[in-house]
């Protein structure tokens, strides 16, 4: 329509986005930002514990708070994997079947999924409920119910990246795409791309 403004946020080479992927693609950002942020975040405290042990001091809290810092980057960026579509699978598999085959298969995967998730949920938040009175042994002004919080919120994030990332998923899987091969040629292109503007800049004056 002619009244329609595409923003640069909302298209990609020139094609205008539909809402759910612009959704989806935002949502992307979020989360790898905040998984980055995690990222950065846990080397500095790694980095800084190994200065101050070599200075002969150490962090009290160290130990506690680094590995539920990895908890959290890993529970986090499943998520972020799940809305990629980058978890193993057997695309391959799936790809080579019968096209109502491959639908089955892919109800059946997704329900699994979605359903092994919703569980994990329901009774990570009631874990929640139990330790509501327990704190952190090396800063007890945090409790334990924060920083086991990753559970029940990951999982629901991991469910939404999955319904956010389904339709698309859908599409591929209906024409018989296999995702493995199609990351593999997407890294083979960007490598090319890559030996190409090296090549270029030797090649200059």
């Known amino acids: 329509m002619a009244s329609l403004i595409t923003s640069p946020s ?4 020139g094609v205008a986005m539909s809402p759910l992927k612009l959704l989806r693609q935002e949502f992307e950002y979020l989360l790898e930002g905040f998984t980055v942020a995690l990222l950065l975040g846990l080397t500095a405290i790694v980095l ?22 990895l908890a959290w980057l890993s529970f986090y960026g499943a998520s ?10 057997c695309p ?24 092994f998730f919703a569980i994990i949920a329901k009774f990570g938040y009631d874990v929640l409920n139990v330790l509501a009175w327990d704190n952190l042994v090396s800063l007890p002004w945090i409790n ?11 999982a629901s994030l991991f469910i939404l990246c999955e319904l956010l990332s389904m339709p698309d998923a859908w599409h591929k899987m209906r024409q018989g795409v296999d995702s493995e091969h199609e990351a593999i ?3 083979i292109r960007l490598a090319e791309e890559g030996l190409t503007l090296h090549q270029a800049w030797e090649v200059r004056p």
């Open 144 to 154: 334990l119910s924060f920083t086991q919080s990753v559970i029940p919120v990951s």
């Open 80 to 89: 972020l994997a799940a809305l990629k579509r980058a978890h193993l699978g």
């Open 185 to 187: 040629e997407e890294a």
């Open 48 to 69: 800084a514990a190994v200065l101050l042990r070599m200075l002969g001091s150490a962090f009290t809290w160290y130990d506690e708070v680094a590995s539920i810092g």
């Open 10 to 13: 909302s298209c990609h080479h």
């Open 92 to 115: 391959g598999i799936v790809s080579k079947a019968p096209a109502p085959l491959r639908s089955l298969l892919f109800v059946l995967s997704e329900l699994i999924v979605i359903g």
